[in-house]
């Protein structure tokens, strides 16, 4: 018999209860992050910002990221209805979902209720306009356990304004 799956959500891990729930994480605080490949993503993040809340897309070389590509979303942020589209899935990425999504919408996502995951997911990280990261451990799909650590990295054309994320996913 199958358990119900764990209730999921993004969570600031090294920020204190407070500030978590409420998806805020206070200034000088870092994330607690596992995976060595994530924790170097989220510092090439920080170096990219340059004194700018938030870095742009441009301001990656795919060549410096190639470390990540396979296990890397590049998700643009439409605005005004709000809507996610895949811009780019990683072949790590596709081969475990069993489809590429580059080019489709959130809509498109073929599970319903982890489709309603993801965009909680990524609107947090949009309105926060700062990283998320997640350890999901007990995650059901498809009647498979899935186990990985993402973090969400938001990215700004004007610096402020979030219309891409850049999400990185390890499974452990």
């Given at each position: 018999?199958?358990?119900?799956?764990?209730?999921r959500r993004w969570r600031l891990r090294a920020a204190?209860?407070?500030?978590?729930?409420?998806?805020?994480?206070?200034?000088?605080?870092?994330?607690?992050?596992?995976?060595?490949?994530?924790?170097?993503?989220?510092?090439?993040?920080?170096?990219?910002?340059?004194?700018?809340?938030?870095?742009?897309?441009?301001?990656?070389?795919?060549?410096d990221l190639k470390y990540v590509l396979g296990k890397?979303?590049?998700?643009?942020?439409?605005?005004?209805?709000?809507?996610?589209?895949?811009?780019?899935?990683?072949?790590?990425?596709?081969?475990?979902?069993?489809?590429?999504?580059?080019?489709?919408?959130?809509?498109?996502?073929?599970?319903?209720?982890?489709?309603?995951?993801?965009?909680?997911?990524?609107?947090?990280?949009?309105?926060?306009?700062?990283?998320?990261?997640?350890?999901?451990?007990?995650?059901i799909l498809d009647g498979r356990l899935r186990r990985?650590?993402?973090?969400?990295?938001?990215?700004?054309?004007?610096?402020?304004?979030?219309?891409?994320?850049?999400?990185?996913?390890?499974?452990?």
């Amino acid at each position: 018999m199958q358990s119900a799956p764990a209730k999921r959500r993004w969570r600031l891990r090294a920020a204190p209860a407070a500030e978590r729930s409420a998806g805020i994480l206070p200034a000088g605080s870092t994330l607690a992050i596992e995976a060595p490949l994530l924790r170097q993503l989220h510092e090439d993040w920080q170096a990219r910002r340059r004194g700018r809340p938030l870095p742009a897309r441009a301001d990656f070389d795919p060549i410096d990221l190639k470390y990540v590509l396979g296990k890397l979303l590049l998700v643009d942020v439409l605005h005004e209805p709000l809507q996610f589209r895949f811009r780019l899935v990683g072949t790590e990425l596709v081969k475990r979902l069993g489809v590429d999504l580059t080019g489709r919408t959130l809509d498109d996502y073929p599970d319903p209720e982890y489709r309603e995951f993801l965009r909680q997911s990524y609107t947090a990280a949009v309105i926060a306009r700062r990283p998320l990261s997640s350890i999901q451990t007990r995650l059901i799909l498809d009647g498979r356990l899935r186990r990985y650590e993402a973090l969400l990295l938001p990215l700004a054309s004007d610096g402020v304004t979030v219309d891409m994320l850049m999400i990185g996913i390890v499974y452990l």
